[in-house]
């Protein structure tokens, strides 16, 4: 089974600065047939279900703002925020769907500083 | 575009079936997965089920007592969940995959 481990469990920026979230998987995801890393990010606000923001480790869905990006490949992934607004309060969460079981990372908490 | 139903209050070793009912895409070329989250915890992926129907998987945590299918025609995944435990609480997420489409969710409280 693949483990994914996120990077900091918690994590408090200031609004307009840049926030980085890190994700490590135990084994690659990428899929070599098609050279395409099938790892996705997501944002849940309180009270909410997950977004999709990122899939393919780095295409942003439709209607994300350019703000999230993400980066990486194999076993290391990235999302960055670079200009945190307020409504990005949020836990983020990696998911793995390379193989199942398709895993999850426990999770990083964003707040305002 | 997906949305989940069939969620409730149930005794323990109980049963449950959850419905997925999807519309506004080709339902029968995605890969279909469910996901659970309990309350205040992090998202924990619980079973899924090939395109055709013909391949099913499951964590370790449900094997043996939940069944995952879906029905093509209807566009329609389902979860039949069985001996259920008071640990099956959470609120139950329908997705494709890749996870482009997300469900808003049921909610299965298992509780005497």
């Known amino acids: 089974d693949i483990v994914m481990t996120q990077s900091p469990d918690s994590l408090a920026v200031s609004l307009g600065e840049r926030a980085t979230i890190n994700c490590k998987s135990s084994?690659?995801?990428?899929?070599?047939?098609?050279?395409?890393?099938?790892l996705a990010w997501f944002q849940q606000r309180a009270g909410q279900p997950p977004k999709l923001l990122i899939s393919?480790?780095?295409t942003r869905e439709s209607g994300v703002p350019d703000r999230f990006s993400g980066s990486g490949s194999g076993t290391d992934f990235t999302l960055t925020i670079s200009s945190l607004q307020a409504e990005d309060v949020a836990v983020y969460y990696c998911?793995?769907?390379?193989?199942?079981?398709?895993?999850f990372g426990q999770g990083t908490k964003l707040e305002i500083k | 575009q997906l949305v989940e139903s069939g969620g409730g209050l149930v005794q323990p070793g109980g049963s449950l079936r959850l419905s997925c009912a999807a519309s506004?895409?080709?339902?029968?070329?995605?890969?279909m997965s469910w996901v659970r989250q309990a309350p205040g915890k992090g998202l924990e992926w619980v079973s899924a089920?090939?395109?055709?129907?013909?391949?099913?998987y499951y964590a370790d945590s449900v094997k043996g007592r939940f069944t995952i299918s879906r029905d093509n025609s209807k566009n329609t995944l389902y979860l039949q969940m069985n001996s259920l435990r008071v640990e099956d609480t959470a609120v139950f997420y329908c997705?494709?995959?890749?996870?482009?489409?997300w469900g808003q969710g049921t909610l299965v409280t298992v509780s005497s």
């Open positions: 997705a494709t995959r890749p996870p482009k489409y």
């Open positions: 089920i090939s395109g055709s129907g013909g391949r099913t």
């Open positions: 084994q690659s995801v990428l899929y070599s047939s098609n050279n395409k890393d099938y």
């Open positions: 506004a895409f080709t339902f029968n070329i995605y890969a």
């Open positions: 998911q793995q769907y390379y193989s199942t079981p398709y895993s």
């Open positions: 393919g480790a780095s």
